[in-house]
């Protein structure tokens, strides 16, 4: 069986997209309705801007979702998933590419997803670290233990095993970094995010969302979706609906959802969007 997945945000690139640009009238054509419906040339930043340009929240969403999504499109027949799944960003790519959003509401709800996030990052500063090579539940009891005390940290990212991403205010990640070191994590890496994605912090954004995803037609996809808050397989409009308002506050199960993937029987996993960084983590979990 073949499962088609999709990133999220940190796969971006500058020149992202221009290939399938230059080389595709559908691809074209998509980029085009995308910049009518932003209102702004994202493909201007996406082909030839700075790093920091494709940095900001309101662009690097969008972005990294219509490259996916158009690389999907113009695989044409070759794009046959039996199941599809998405990281964090990358769900609402996987909802457009198994048909339960169309490309227009898919961009719309991506953008005010990242606007709303932008200005929840801008209320309360905050931001995420990568923790490598330490037990799950190890990261799990030194988080509650430093929210308990007054400062939010929580597994955010289950990547892969021996890779979990905790996210929450500058200094419960900053007391979280020192407690794991001490625990025994070969590393915990401060990543240069605008915020705390994943988290309690994202509360104001996720009330914004919500009124965003209620108000947007939702329908039964042509494959399972596997999403990101209960690595479930879903395909009733209502429950997906709801996961993907639950998703910006919660973990994004992602080495949960691929096991369950291949115990359902994936065989085959391609990865549609800039970069490759899911296909390095399924091979881990794979492994594992």
Not at 30 to 49: Q, S
Not at 102 to 116: C, N, P, Q, T
Not at 197 to 205: G, N, Q, V
Not at 272 to 288: D, H, M, S, W, Y
Request: aromatic letters at 6%.
């Amino acid at each position: 069986m073949k499962a088609f997945v999709f990133p999220g945000q940190g796969a971006q690139f500058s020149g992202m997209g221009k290939d399938l640009y230059e080389n595709s009238p559908l691809a074209k054509e998509l980029f085009e309705k995308a910049n009518d419906i932003l209102g702004f040339r994202i493909t201007d930043i996406m082909f030839d801007g700075t790093d920091e340009e494709l940095r900001q929240t309101k662009v690097t969403q969008p972005a990294v979702f219509l490259h996916s999504v158009i690389s999907a499109l113009c695989l044409g027949e070759e794009f046959c998933p039996d199941m599809v799944a998405g990281h964090s960003l990358g769900e609402f790519s996987a909802m457009v590419a198994s048909g339960t959003l169309s490309f227009e509401d898919g961009l719309k709800l991506v953008y005010a997803r990242a606007i709303a996030m932008q200005k929840a990052c801008e209320m309360q500063p905050s931001t995420m670290a990568a923790i490598i090579a330490l037990p799950d539940e190890t990261i799990e009891a030194v988080c509650q233990e430093i929210t308990a005390s007054g400062h939010t940290v929580v597994a955010a990212n289950y990547n892969c095993p021996g890779q979990v991403v905790i996210s929450g205010s500058m200094e419960g990640i900053k007391l979280a970094c020192e407690k794991l070191t001490a625990a025994g994590a070969k590393r915990a890496l401060p990543l240069s995010v605008g915020g705390a994605f994943h988290s309690p912090l994202m509360d104001p954004a996720k009330v914004e969302l919500e009124a965003a995803i209620q108000a947007t037609e939702f329908h039964t996809p042509k494959c399972p979706v596997y999403q990101n808050v209960d690595a479930q397989p879903h395909t009733d409009p209502e429950e997906i609906k709801a996961n993907l308002i639950a998703q910006l506050t919660s973990p994004v199960r992602w080495t949960q959802s691929v096991l369950n993937m291949m115990a359902d029987g994936a065989e085959e996993f391609t990865e549609c969007g800039p970069g490759n960084v899911l296909t390095g983590l399924i091979r881990k979990i794979k492994k594992a």
